[in-house]
T-cell receptor, first 113, second 113 residues
Framework: GQQVMQIPQYQHVQEGEDFTTYCNSS?????IQWYKQRPGGHPVFLIQ?????EVKKQKRLTFQFGEAKKNSSLHITATQTTDVGTYFC?????????????FGKGTKLSVIP | NAGVTQTPKFRILKIGQSMTLQCTQD?????MYWYRQDPGMGLKLIYY???????DKGEVPNGYNVSRSTTEDFPLRLELAAPSQTSVYFC????????????FGSGTRLTVV
């Protein structure tokens, strides 16, 4: 089955530094989603990418979908303490005849003030 | 708008006990999901439902059961609790399938001792 791999697993940055997390799939994806989970909280939907090579921005966050639709990245410019949390990517998984979202293991971001 | 509401927030069970995790949504979403989250392991799909009266197994269904009698409610039943079921459980809903963002509840932290 399709797997969604995320790297790195952990990232510690100084406040103001940039941060990037990468998501790689073993198969071509129809779409990819990104979620953020604050410590002790629940995942919150950030964005969905659908088109090959698509780039979307949300303030300091930039999301990219690879040309082959097998990888994606999330880049945060000038991190702030409010960016702390775990960032998950998720793509459709085929199992038992239907597609459901499969989540990567996430990248846990720590920001040192 | 309450979104997705889960109860209880915390629960301690003894081995062999049973319990039902409640989940209700007020967004009129047809799709609902149960995930479990273990430290460093991302989110694993337990069961999902595409509408009232229709449920299906996800990646890790063993030891759990679900029902979907209404659009709003999707309870998760644990029979004969085992320590391996110690986890954080999240219910989620979406307007459509994997091509729509999921709205998650705040989670239930379950410990089996």
């Amino acid at each position: 089955g399709q797997q969604v791999m995320q790297i790195p697993q952990y990232q510690h940055v100084q406040e103001g530094e940039d941060f990037t997390t990468y998501c790689n799939s073993s198969t071509t994806l129809s779409n990819i989603q990104w979620y953020k989970q604050r410590p002790g909280g629940h995942p919150v939907f950030l964005i969905q990418l659908v088109k090959s090579g698509e780039v979307k921005k949300q303030k300091r966050l930039t999301f990219q979908f690879g040309e082959a639709k097998k990888n994606s990245s999330l880049h945060i410019t000038a991190t702030q303490t409010t960016d702390v949390g775990t960032y998950f990517c998720a793509g459709p998984y085929s199992g038992a005849g239907s597609y459901q979202l499969t989540f990567g293991k996430g990248t846990k971001l720590s920001v040192i003030p | 708008n309450a979104g997705v509401t889960q109860t209880p927030k915390f629960r301690i069970l003894k081995i062999g006990q049973s319990m039902t995790l409640q989940c209700t949504q007020d967004m009129n979403h047809n799709y609902m999901y149960w995930y479990r989250q273990d430290p460093g392991m991302g989110l694993k799909l337990i069961y999902y439902s595409v509408g009232a009266g229709i449920t299906d197994k996800g990646e890790v269904p063993n030891g759990y059961n679900v029902s979907r009698s209404t659009t709003e409610d999707f309870p998760l039943r644990l029979e004969l609790a085992a320590p391996s079921q110690t986890s954080v459980y999240f219910c989620a809903s979406s307007y459509g399938s994997f091509n729509y963002g999921y709205t998650f509840g705040s989670g239930t932290r379950l410990t089996v001792v």
